[in-house]
């Protein structure tokens, strides 16, 4: 597939390392939330060999955060997500569907609780602001809502535990997955969380003084050469295997979800009011009639970049193919896919065209590993 250059203006924010990883060998880029987001450093199959076996440094700016702030800050925030908040802790991170009143999904973000009246909404690639502030002004909330300048550094792989110790100290690796704290670097403290757009284990800075974060930025990868440090970015054969669902690629706003394997954040037994929750409750009632999936296929190599259908062995449609890559474990092409009723079920057969030719597949259950 030929590729194109993204040319640059002020509605696709360069982010403030940019200038690092492009003379570090950043070979292609994305956008996301209006940013550019790091897509590739050379082999797409060598960055996932080294991620899984050492460290990387990830430029992530581009998951900005929505600041919700004042007295009604938790009732706004409980609003927009199915999962029920009310006993949430300050210093936790939660993973918070966000759907809209048709219990369509509007973000899949990472919500912090930094105080009872104050929030950070770590979102996918989609206007949440706008959402939050429609709402806010709907429901006469008390609330400030704004995007602050919180530009986040991932380390990520099984020895960003040691590398981020020999930098601030044991406490740190004592921290709980989707726990967050304070430590101070260059004079500045860093909210720090344990966690990543990975399963390989990590942390994600929220680096809100760019200076002290750039100087952060360099200085992991100074000490972290004895751990083989590189940058790197969000690998696609990592979290497909890893089953780590991807906004606006695996699920979008026609989407549910129950559709979308999220039972466990929806809670409709609680007495939380949040948007959809009556339109979910209709959803469970009568039942999915469609839902994501793993899909391993006969194929040596795919490129996705718009949904593929799958067919049974009559040509008959039974869903589509939303994200696939070649998985170097699985000798095979791996995917997720959105599956009708009755055909989501493990070990469903199907065929799938892909550069007009056909490729027999299998359904299978996620993660894949």
Same mark, same amino acid.
């Given at each position: 597939m030929?590729?194109?250059?993204?040319?640059?203006?002020?509605?696709?924010?360069?982010? %403030?390392y940019?200038?690092r990883?492009?003379?570090?060998?950043?070979?292609?880029y994305?956008?996301?939330?209006?940013?550019?987001? %790091?897509?590739?450093?050379?082999?797409?199959e060598?960055?996932?060999?080294?991620?899984?076996?050492?460290?990387?440094?990830?430029?992530?700016?581009?998951?900005?955060?929505?600041?919700?702030?004042?007295k009604?800050? !938790?009732k706004?925030?409980?609003?927009m997500?199915c999962?029920?908040?009310?006993?949430s802790?300050?210093?936790?991170?939660?993973?918070?569907?966000?759907?809209?009143?048709k219990?369509g999904?509007?973000n899949?973000?990472?919500i912090? /609780?930094?105080d009872?009246?104050r929030?950070?909404?770590?979102?996918?690639?989609?206007?949440?602001i706008?959402? !939050?502030?429609?709402?806010?002004i709907?429901?006469?909330?008390?609330?400030k809502?704004?995007?602050?300048?919180?530009?986040?550094l991932a380390?990520?792989? %099984?020895?960003?535990?040691?590398?981020?110790?020999?930098?601030?100290?044991?406490?740190?690796?004592?921290?709980?997955?989707?726990g967050?704290?304070?430590?101070?670097?260059?004079?500045?403290?860093?909210?720090? !969380?344990?966690?990543?757009?990975?399963?390989?284990?990590g942390?994600?800075?929220?680096?809100?003084?760019e /200076?002290?974060?750039?100087?952060?930025?360099?200085?992991?990868?100074?000490?972290?050469?004895e751990f083989?440090?590189k940058?790197?970015?969000?690998?696609?054969?990592?979290?497909?295997?890893?089953?780590?669902?991807s906004?606006?690629n695996?699920?979008?706003?026609?989407?549910?979800?129950?559709?979308c394997?999220?039972?466990k954040?929806?809670?409709?037994?609680?007495d939380?009011?949040?948007l959809?929750?009556e339109?979910?409750?209709?959803?469970?009632?009568?039942?999915?009639t469609?839902k994501l999936m793993?899909?391993?296929i006969?194929?040596?190599?795919?490129?996705?970049?718009?949904s593929?259908?799958?067919v049974?062995?009559?040509?008959?449609k039974?869903?589509?193919?939303r994200?696939?890559?070649y998985?170097?474990?699985?000798k095979?092409v791996?995917?997720?896919?959105?599956?009708?009723?009755?055909?989501?079920?493990v070990?469903?057969?199907?065929k799938?065209?892909i550069?007009?030719?056909?490729?027999?597949?299998?359904?299978?259950?996620? %993660?894949?590993?």
């Open positions: 030929k590729n194109y250059f993204i040319a640059r203006s002020r509605r696709l924010r360069s982010t %403030p940019t200038s990883i492009e003379k570090q060998g950043v070979t292609s994305t956008s996301y939330n209006h940013m550019l987001l %790091p897509a590739a450093f050379g082999s797409l060598d960055s996932y060999h080294h991620l899984k076996e050492n460290v990387q440094i990830w430029d992530v700016a581009g998951e900005r955060q929505v600041e919700i702030l004042g009604d800050a !938790a706004l925030v409980q609003l997500t999962r029920d908040l009310s006993k802790k300050i210093g936790r991170c939660y993973y918070c569907p966000i759907i809209d009143d219990a999904l509007i899949d973000p990472v912090l /609780k930094l009872e009246n929030w950070w909404i770590s979102i996918a690639d989609s206007d949440v706008l959402f !939050a502030k429609g709402l806010a709907g429901n006469k909330f008390d609330v809502i704004f995007e602050p300048n919180v530009n986040i380390v990520q792989g %099984p020895k960003s535990y040691k590398l981020m110790e020999k930098l601030f100290g044991r406490k740190i690796t004592d921290m709980k997955f989707f967050f704290d304070y430590f101070e670097y260059s004079k500045s403290k860093h909210l720090i !969380a344990r966690s990543g757009w990975s399963k390989q284990g942390y994600e800075i929220y680096v809100e003084n /200076k002290s974060g750039l100087a952060l930025y360099d200085k992991l990868f100074e000490i972290g050469k083989n440090v940058p790197g970015c969000p690998n696609l054969i990592e979290r497909i295997e890893s089953a780590l669902l906004y606006g695996d699920m979008d706003n026609e989407d549910n979800p129950l559709e394997g999220l039972e954040y929806v809670n409709l037994d609680s939380v009011n949040f959809g929750k339109r979910l409750k209709e959803v469970k009632k009568k039942g999915i469609r793993g899909v391993m006969e194929a040596k190599e795919i490129n996705v970049s718009k593929i259908s799958l049974d062995h009559k040509n008959l039974i869903g589509e193919l994200s696939g890559v998985s170097p474990y699985f095979k791996i995917g997720i896919a959105m599956l009708d009723k009755p055909y989501f079920k070990s469903q057969t199907f799938i065209s550069n007009d030719t056909v490729f027999e597949g299998k359904v299978c259950d996620l %993660p894949f590993i």
